[in-house]
């Protein structure tokens, strides 16, 4: 498993990821939509602190610049 997320995204998707979870386990508990975000803070959270998300490997997406400069 490689890195294929830059420091700015990371830092995006650690933010909402926190930001979803708070919300879905502590304004929404208890209810659907509680259950969607803390879904989706979690998938944010983790890709956010390991760097690697498997949809932008499937699509052949990569923010990282150290990866992006080394190929050219």
Wanted: charged share 15%.
């Amino acid at each position: 498993m490689f890195n294929n997320v830059g420091i700015v995204d990371r830092l995006l998707r650690s933010l909402i990821g926190i930001v979803s979870l708070y919300l879905g386990l502590l304004v929404y508990a208890d209810s659907t939509l509680g259950i969607v975000l803390d879904v989706v803070g979690s998938l944010a959270l983790f890709t956010g602190i390991f760097g690697f998300c498997a949809l932008y490997g499937l699509l052949g997406i990569n923010t990282r610049k150290a990866d992006r400069d080394s190929l050219s």
